[in-house]
């Protein structure tokens, strides 16, 4: 009985009080209700069913300082920016870049990021939106297949850049799919938080060695 009542508590603490903590992780008021890019890709959210996540840091970069770094995500690319080590157990051959690498700057509608190769085609998110500069929105393969015949998605994982003075907010907002399901969330949110601040710790410094290098035509963010 003492069991129960423990891992009752558990529950209760984590839904209550942990939950809605990793769920709007740094994010502020108005950008947990904003609707941002790709909300309008997806159906019925947030809901009970379909919970979403609303996270995000402050840069200490202007918004075209940081979108390169986001520009060339995925494991063939710049990998996540996040804790590489987890990555690899899983099965993924991620190595997160310490440079801007233009050619892989160009992303377009339709193009692959992806999440693991081994795992085969599922295993990749799909671009379904993108502006330079302002927002990248992903959805899985399947997803995009439902917009494709003019429905909406149940879900789409989107990255925003909000100027802020002359820095700016990053902001990952997640919904549908597997989101709210504890055995997801938890391990999405350590991964994503360093994502963010492996992005954020990147571009801060690009632009400091910018601005006293302005010669400098790759900079490092060792």
Known sequence: MADIMAAVGIAAWYRFHLRP???????????????LPGDDMVEAIPSRRSPRTTRAVTVDAPPA????????IGEDRGGFYSYSVFERAVGADM???????????????GDTVWLARRYGPAARQI???????SHLVLVSPAEFE??????????CWSFTLRRDGDRTRLI???SGGPVGHFWFDVPHFVMEQK????????????RHAAASHPDVAELRAT
Do not use: C
């Not at 903590?21 to 609707?35: F, K």
């Not at 310490?98 to 509608?109: D, I, K």
């Not at 439902?146 to 879900?155: C, I, N, V, Y």
């Not at 994502?195 to 690009?206: E, N, Q």
């Open 21 to 35: 903590w990793i769920y709007t992780w740094g994010a502020r008021d108005d950008e947990i209700a904003a609707v």
């Open 65 to 72: 300082q940081v979108w390169p770094w986001l520009a060339q």
């Open 95 to 109: 190595h997160n870049a310490a440079t801007v690498h233009p050619e892989w700057q160009q992303l377009n509608v």
């Open 127 to 133: 671009v379904a939106a993108v502006d330079p500069g």
């Open 146 to 155: 439902r917009l494709d015949r003019g429905q909406k998605a149940s879900g």
């Open 172 to 174: 990952a907002r997640g």
């Open 195 to 206: 994502m963010l601040r492996g992005i954020a710790r990147r571009a801060t410094r690009s």
